[in-house]
C-alpha cells in the first residue's frame, strides 16, 4: 500500500486489495483537497470476532471473518490529523470534501461502506467491507 495503516489485523486478501487500492485513491483527495500528502491511515481494526454492532444476537459481523476494516482517521504530512468524528460535521469545508469523497471512494471498491451519515454506530469511522452487497450510507 505504500503508507502505515494503525491496528491493521488479520483481514482477507480482497479486502486487502481493495483497501489498498483505495487509499491510492484517498491519498490523491488528500493532495487535491487538503494540499498536504497522506502519510497515515487510522483504523479501528480489522478481525474482531464479535456480532454486528456488538448488539447480542444479532449475526456474525463481516469482521468476525476479517472482512472488513474501519478506518476512523487520516494523517496528513503537514501534521495535521483528520478525523472521521470531528471532521465529517465539522467547520472546514474542504475536510468535509474530503471525507465525503473518501467514502464514495470506499463504495466504489467495497461491497458495504458506512460512515456517519449511516448510522450512530459508524459516527466516528468509515466501514467497509466485502459482505453482501451492495450498500453504501
Not at 16 to 37: C, G, I
Not at 89 to 97: E, K, L, P
Request: charged share 25%.
Amino acid at each position: 500500500m505504500g503508507m502505515p495503516v494503525t491496528n491493521l489485523g488479520a483481514i482477507t486478501c480482497p479486502v486487502a486489495s481493495n483497501l489498498t487500492l483505495w487509499a491510492r485513491e484517498v491519498r490523491a483527495l488528500a493532495q487535491r483537497h487538503l494540499r498536504s500528502d497522506l502519510v497515515r491511515l487510522e483504523s479501528y481494526g480489522t478481525y474482531s470476532c464479535r456480532s454486528v454492532n456488538s448488539r447480542p444476537g444479532a449475526r456474525l459481523s463481516e469482521h468476525a471473518y476479517a472482512n472488513a476494516v474501519d478506518i476512523a482517521a487520516f494523517v496528513l504530512k503537514d501534521g495535521r490529523r483528520i478525523t472521521v468524528k470531528a471532521g465529517w460535521n465539522g467547520g472546514d469545508a474542504s475536510v468535509r470534501t474530503f471525507l465525503r469523497e473518501a467514502h464514495r471512494a470506499g463504495c466504489r471498491r467495497f461491497a458495504i461502506t458506512i460512515g456517519p451519515d449511516g448510522d450512530a454506530y459508524h459516527a466516528d469511522h468509515i466501514h467497509m467491507d466485502m459482505g453482501r452487497g451492495p450498500y453504501c450510507r
